[in-house]
């Protein structure tokens, strides 16, 4: 046994899937499923084509890569890279786009492989990462790609709630449905897919408050953990601990809360703060912020608070446990998303996925 290690439970993930998947449903909407978060583990893809996702959706090549073999339709989520459009052309259907370079480049490669790429053009209604925020910026963009052979203009969309942390609401997403009409009207087109944003838009499945048009979701924390992304609620009859961490124990010893001494800034260069709870017994664990976030870490012994760490350490307060640990005993915690991102990413951490 080696650790850490984080044990992926890929039945509570397909089962979360499937959750969403039939709220989406009700709506008429499909879902990408995101596979990013998780570095694209083939055998965790699984879990969402068994629950039903109808595509498959990943910000890097790499990742595409690995999920070729999966016979579904797949999406690129990053704009592409110009030194990347053969790439992305190869192992992505469609791809999000806001700049026509890019898209002339991605012609020119569809052309080259025998290939017609799907391009969904993104509109920026206010979070202010990507896509068109100027309305004339995008109508000019449909023109030009409708002269192009090897590019099918397949449809808008739209990410909020990530650089921004603007909320999507009904009135936002309207304006995309708008954008929708105006250009299907004046180009005389169909656009097939509306993609009305990421996990921050489920909170609005089965409220009624998402337009009629909008029919796809980029999904990527609500199908893996159940929780949707505006608020940090949870979805009923979803499970949020399919991604556990085990870290083995090297300290345990009694210390006061506080350092005595003058204090500068810690191993990431922050002056740190303290709560002064007397002394108490500590705990370390061999984890650190290399390989997990601690904001988004959850100790199964609930009696544990979480104080700190560095790079390979993670400092437990452990006085209040009913549980009497020895060094060498191993710890669990369940991860949210940032906590799985670095996790999956650490080449330091095992994986098992069961
Ligand atoms: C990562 C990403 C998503 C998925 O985000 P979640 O919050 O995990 O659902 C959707 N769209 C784009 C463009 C992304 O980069």
Redesign the pocket.
């Known amino acids: 046994m080696s650790y850490p290690r984080v044990i992926i439970d890929t039945k509570k993930i397909e089962s979360n899937v499937s959750t969403v998947v039939s709220l989406a449903k009700k709506e008429g909407i499909t879902i990408?499923g995101?596979t990013?978060?998780y570095c694209a583990y083939p055998e965790i893809v699984k879990a969402y084509i068994n629950g039903g996702v109808d595509y498959l959706?990943d910000?890097r090549i790499e990742n595409l890569k690995k999920i070729a073999q999966f016979d579904i339709p797949k999406m690129m989520?990053?704009l592409p890279m110009i030194s990347q459009a053969k790439e992305t052309v190869e192992y992505a259907d469609i791809s999000?786009n806001s700049e026509l370079e890019t898209i002339y480049a991605l012609n020119e490669a569809s052309e080259s492989l025998g290939k017609v790429h799907k391009v969904i053009l993104?509109a920026d209604l206010g979070d202010l990462r990507?896509g068109y925020f100027n309305k004339e910026e995008l109508l000019h963009a449909v023109d030009e790609i409708l002269e192009l052979n090897n590019i099918e203009l397949y449809g808008l969309?739209v990410?909020l709630?990530?650089y921004g942390g603007v909320i999507p609401k009904r009135h936002i997403l309207q304006k995309l449905v708008d954008y929708k009409n105006e250009i299907e009207e004046k180009f005389e087109i169909k656009l097939e897919m509306l993609?009305g944003?990421?996990?921050?838009t489920?909170h609005l499945l089965g409220t009624g408050e998402i337009p009629n048009g909008i029919n796809n979701?980029?999904?990527?924390?609500?199908?893996?953990f159940g929780t949707e992304?505006a608020y940090g609620r949870h979805l009923d009859g979803t499970d949020s601990t399919a991604f556990r961490l085990e870290a083995e124990i090297i300290e345990i010893k009694e210390k006061p809360s506080v350092p005595t001494e003058e204090i500068g800034r810690d191993a990431f260069g922050k002056v740190p703060t303290f709560v002064d709870r007397g002394v108490r017994k500590r705990l370390i664990c061999a984890v650190g912020k290399q390989d997990i976030d601690l904001d988004s870490l959850y100790p199964l012994d609930k009696d544990l608070i979480i104080l700190g760490g560095s790079s390979d350490h993670t400092i437990i307060d452990a006085s209040d446990s009913k549980i009497d640990y020895s060094v060498g005993d191993i710890l669990a915690f369940n991860l949210h998303?940032v906590s799985m991102l670095r996790a999956m990413t650490s080449e330091y951490i095992e994986k098992i996925i069961i």
Do not use: Q
């Open positions: 990408a995101v990013k978060g959706a910000s989520l990053r999000l993104m990507e969309g990410n709630t990530c993609s944003g990421n996990s921050s489920v979701l980029r999904l990527g924390e609500s199908i893996i992304s998303y």
